[in-house]
């Protein structure tokens, strides 16, 4: 199956930048499909954290951003925090497969 | 507010089938869609399928076809999933998730899971 590819890991200092990829390809990402991003904290349900590449919801910090450029897209997180220690997943949907696509996932250390 | 709420836990054994609800409230149910996601233990994300609420209309990911029923009570404001023909590697946590629509949209709510662990 079709997936999107993060880093298994990355990790930082409080107050520091971290950045996530995902990486897909032409039938997802590359054929210009929006990528969301979602912050999963340990034994939560994901929650919505970017929406269309590159939007905030409600309530969301100006610390999470995110951004997209031919078959890849990237999370980035400035001033990290100890809250912001979680999973990260992107998704996007598979014209391929006809079906959403979640990536690999991210666990960010602080 | 809006607020997805799902079914309790089951432990069911291989073979049986599994269906567990999700209750919308805060917003009306035919105007979403509502999909489903299964999260295996320590493992990623996984999108099932989902249900047009509006007329019932449904989709499944390739890999569960023909396991798998979705369906919705507009009267309850709830929808369902079932999962048939249960294995072992089906134990996880099951998520119910709104969207606006297909293709495009982000799953902007998700109900708490439901963890299923198959056993005998």
């Known amino acids: 199956q079709s997936v999107l590819t993060q880093p298994p890991s990355v990790s930082g200092a409080p107050g520091q930048r971290v950045t996530i990829s995902c990486t897909g390809s032409?039938?997802?990402?590359?054929?210009?499909?929006?990528v969301h991003w979602y912050q999963q904290l340990p034994g939560t349900a994901p929650k919505l954290l970017i929406y269309?590449?590159?939007n905030r919801p409600s309530g969301v910090p100006d610390r999470f951003s995110g951004s997209k450029s031919g078959t890849s897209a990237s999370l980035a997180i400035t001033g990290l925090q100890a809250e912001d220690e979680a999973d990260y997943y992107c998704?996007?949907?598979?014209?391929?497969?006809?079906?959403?696509?979640f990536g690999t996932g991210t666990k960010v250390t602080v | 507010q809006v607020h997805l709420v799902q079914s309790g836990a089951e432990v069911k054994e291989p073979g049986a089938s599994v269906k567990i609800s999700c209750k919308a409230s805060g917003y009306t149910l035919t105007n979403y869609a509502m999909h489903w996601v299964r999260q295996a233990p320590g493992q990623r994300l996984e999108w099932m399928g989902w249900i047009n609420a509006v007329d019932g209309s449904t989709f499944s990911s390739q890999r569960f076809q023909g396991r798998v029923t979705i369906s919705r009570d507009t009267s309850a404001n709830t929808v369902y999933m079932e999962l048939r023909s249960l294995r072992s590697e089906d134990t996880a946590v099951f998520y119910c998730a709104r969207s606006r629509g297909y293709s495009a949209y982000e799953f902007d709510y998700w109900g708490q899971g439901t963890l299923v662990t198959v056993s005998s």
């Open positions: 269309g590449n590159s």
């Open positions: 998704q996007a949907y598979d014209s391929s497969l006809s079906a959403y696509v």
């Open positions: 032409s039938s997802n990402i590359g054929a210009d499909y929006d």
